[in-house]
């Protein structure tokens, strides 16, 4: 009853999905055939020592160590020894991140198949498959058959960041918007042609910084600070203002608006486990070209700003005397920026970049200048 009682503790362990901290790899290895057979555990020593290397901070579990563990604790539980941490601990690698199968598989009694895939457990799809070879059955063919299909699966997993990069990363924004666009065309009343014309001029200006480190995939904390100065001005020149009279008649009405705010702080509005935490982001993308990108997303704290509008009429009819009045606005800088492609693979130990370029945002047709500085050096145990 005792022994039933610790492998259903193990197996708890095993029916709760749910990414580890430290990434864990499963590597089982399948086979058919006599001779496929006897190389089993070998092929998943190999798989287990090219995965070791590609990625050292991840923990690599195989079937055969987990058989042989098992053996071990039911002899010294035999011997009327208790290790219910054994049984645990064998639970707990069960619980894995991505899933190794291999296989080795005789045909015809002349060949043996040699193939491997990952499987990763979030999503429950495979990430890379290295198709298969054939070898001859013999120690030295199984063993160039091994290696040439262990080698391919760590190249087709090189484009997943796997163990995380982490480090500081800064971010600089300048956005400025000069602009002034005129609308202009001919109206008449009066027996007299007159004209209509309505003159917009902006002037934006923003700065924000953003310190961030990078502490996992792709979850990232820091701070930020911001400010920001806006000035409008709309001038109108109506020719042909009709007035409640019915009378025509000239009409100059202007309008303007201005603001200055500064701000601080990173937005806190996602939670994980209950807490919450930095809606910051800082994304990786390999490419099997041996290229990545990096994405940087995120938004500032909300800032109540004060903005100032004021409002005069001028003509013959409808006249207004200037008049101010400020109103309340809600201020958020966001942070969406794209950087690369530079050349780096997720087996590097190191990504470093300093790098500046000047963009036209399609939305709010603002001109930017984006600096980026960023040392990110991937985590080995």
């Known amino acids: 009853m005792k022994h039933i009682y610790l492998i259903a503790i193990a197996l708890l362990f095993v029916s709760f999905p749910g990414k580890s901290i430290e ?56 011997l009327g020894g208790e290790n219910e941490q054994e049984l645990i601990n ?21 060949k043996i198949m040699v193939r491997a895939v990952c499987l990763e457990r979030k999503d429950v799809n495979c990430i890379a498959d290295a198709g298969y070879t054939w070898a001859t059955m013999d120690y030295q063919g199984i063993k160039t058959g091994v290696n040439e299909i262990s080698k391919q699966l760590i190249d087709k997993l090189s484009k997943y960041e796997i163990c ?17 666009n005129v609308e202009e065309y001919g109206v008449f009343c009066n027996q007299m ?35 920001t100065d806006e000035v409008s001005k ?19 009405t ?16 996602s939670k994980f486990k209950g807490q919450k935490q930095d ?43 200037e008049e101010s009045k400020p109103v309340q606005r809600d201020i958020r800088v966001p942070l969406k920026v794209i950087f690369g492609p530079y050349g780096g693979k997720t087996t590097d130990k190191i990504l470093q970049q300093k790098d500046t370029k000047k963009v036209k945002d399609p939305i709010t047709d603002e001109y930017q200048t984006i600096s980026i500085d960023f040392t990110l050096n991937r985590k080995e145990k």
């Not at 990434?23 to 998943?44: M, Q, W």
């Not at 639970?91 to 991140?97: A, L, S, Y």
């Not at 202007?254 to 509005?269: A, D, F, L, P, Y």
């Not at 800032?303 to 005397?321: F, H, I, Q, W, Y």
């Open 23 to 78: 990434p864990n790899f499963l590597v089982i290895c399948v086979s058919s055939g006599d001779t496929a057979v006897k190389y089993t555990d070998s092929y998943e020593t190999v798989m287990e020592s090219y995965l070791q290397d590609a990625f050292p901070c991840a923990k690599i579990t195989t079937h055969s160590g987990i058989r042989t563990r098992l053996s071990r604790e039911r002899l010294n539980q035999l």
């Open 90 to 110: 064998i639970g707990k690698d069960m619980n894995w991140d991505y899933f190794v199968k291999l296989s080795l598989k005789t045909f015809e009694g002349k």
């Open 164 to 180: 995380p990069f982490t480090g500081p990363v800064s971010i600089t924004i300048t956005s400025d918007l000069d602009s002034t």
């Open 193 to 227: 042609d007159q004209r209509y014309r309505k003159e917009e001029v902006i002037h934006n200006h923003t700065f924000s910084e953003w310190k961030l480190e990078r502490k996992g995939i792709p979850w990232t904390d820091g701070t930020m600070t911001f400010y």
């Open 234 to 252: 709309v001038t109108i020149e109506d020719g042909c203002h009709k007035c409640e009279s019915g009378r025509e008649g000239g009409l100059v």
């Open 254 to 269: 202007t309008k303007k608006s201005s603001m200055k705010v500064k701000g601080q702080g990173i937005s806190h509005e």
């Open 279 to 321: 809606d910051t982001r800082i994304e990786l993308e390999f490419f099997e070209n041996g290229q990545y990108v990096l994405k940087a997303k995120g938004t500032s704290l909300p800032v109540k700003g004060e903005e100032m509008l004021s409002r005069k009429a001028e003509g013959t009819c409808d006249n207004e005397p």
